[in-house]
């Protein structure tokens, strides 16, 4: 991330900024231009909907960094609703998960156990389970709790992140593992000491990982981008692909483009999050393109 969207993180990290924002209505219907709803219908009706227009669903029950056990039971059982109403609407969806919000860095057995049930409900009904990545202070734990769920459940995925250094050796330790690894530039504020600053870098990382899943055996590459740079070069390495990849794009963004790679014929996911902790989510999305800030000040100022 570059410097002018870790300045829009320090800035909406201050809890003077969190509270006009999560207290307004104008606040709230900002986060829909990136957000479901703040309820498991808005979201299954959201994830029918793109369905409808041919694309595969991701349902994000939003949350992460609990305090409190308790707080990491319910986004668990939240999760597990999820799955039910996967079945009982038959929708072509699976999940996505932060460890932080199950419980990781309070409570790290509880996190991996609660991730460990939901891969079995999950499983029950055919679906898979994606580990989110986090903040670098996270990787190390989320790569191990991936390995140890996924030898049990065989149906997870994880993210892996571009701009780190390290993940070209997290992925020797992943891709044997099989599951689906999804692909991303990465959203948080992280050092030089641990991560690529310039987006060139980022960028030219992101094509070495790409081409190294795309020639991967035993895995499902998950394509996270909306740069048209990246999905060029996907489809140039898709063309010798045997096995099952997908593009993945977030809920409201780059909607046009998304119609234009499933009338192509690609498969697209749709990471389709929801629920009533959106903040976080939302001001990484800001951070990734600051343009989205004149919405962000407007509605502060409740215009
Ligand atoms: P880039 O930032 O270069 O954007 C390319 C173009 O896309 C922009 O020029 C603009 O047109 C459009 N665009 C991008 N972001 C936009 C925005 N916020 N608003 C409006 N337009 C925008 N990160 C992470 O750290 N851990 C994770 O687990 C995940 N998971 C994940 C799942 C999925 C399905 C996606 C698509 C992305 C993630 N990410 C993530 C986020 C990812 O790391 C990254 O921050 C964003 O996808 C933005 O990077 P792009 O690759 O889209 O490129």
């Given at each position: 991330m570059n410097g002018l969207g870790k300045g829009v993180l320090a800035v909406t990290d201050r809890p003077s900024i969190r509270r006009i924002f999560t207290a307004s209505a104008a606040g709230r219907r900002l986060s829909l231009r990136y957000v479901a709803g703040e309820t498991l219908d808005d979201a299954a009706a959201a994830a029918e909907a793109l369905n409808d227009r041919g694309a595969r669903v991701s349902l994000d029950y939003l949350g992460e960094h609990v305090t409190q056990p308790a707080e990491a039971i319910v986004a668990r059982d939240a999760y597990l609703d999820c799955v039910d109403r996967i079945r009982t609407a038959r929708l072509d969806a699976d999940l996505s998960i932060k460890l932080t919000q199950l419980g990781?860095?309070?409570d790290d057995g509880l996190a991996v156990d609660s991730l460990a049930r939901i891969a079995v409900r999950a499983n029950e009904v055919g679906t898979t389970v994606t580990v989110d990545m986090e903040e670098s202070a996270h990787t190390e734990a989320t790569v191990t709790a991936f390995e140890e769920v996924q030898a049990g459940s065989g149906n997870l995925g994880i993210a892996v992140q571009?701009?780190?250094?390290r993940t070209a050796s997290d992925l020797d330790r992943i891709i044997p593992k099989g599951g689906r690894v999804r692909l991303c530039k990465g959203a948080y504020a992280e050092s030089r000491e641990v991560a690529y600053q310039e987006r060139k870098r980022v960028d030219a990382n992101f094509d070495v990982l790409l081409a190294r899943l795309m020639t991967s055996t035993g895995i499902e590459p998950a394509i996270a981008t909306h740069d048209a740079a990246r999905i060029a070069e996907a489809k140039k390495l898709a063309r010798t692909r045997r096995e099952p990849w997908e593009f993945q794009m977030l809920y409201g963004i780059r909607r046009q483009l998304q119609q234009e790679l499933i009338d192509e014929g690609y498969s697209l996911r749709v990471y389709v999050p929801f629920g009533t902790a959106w903040y976080q989510y939302l001001t990484r999305r800001l951070a990734e393109r600051p343009a989205n800030l004149a919405f962000f000040f407007r509605a502060a100022i409740g215009r």
């Open positions: 990781l860095g309070l571009s701009y780190l250094y």
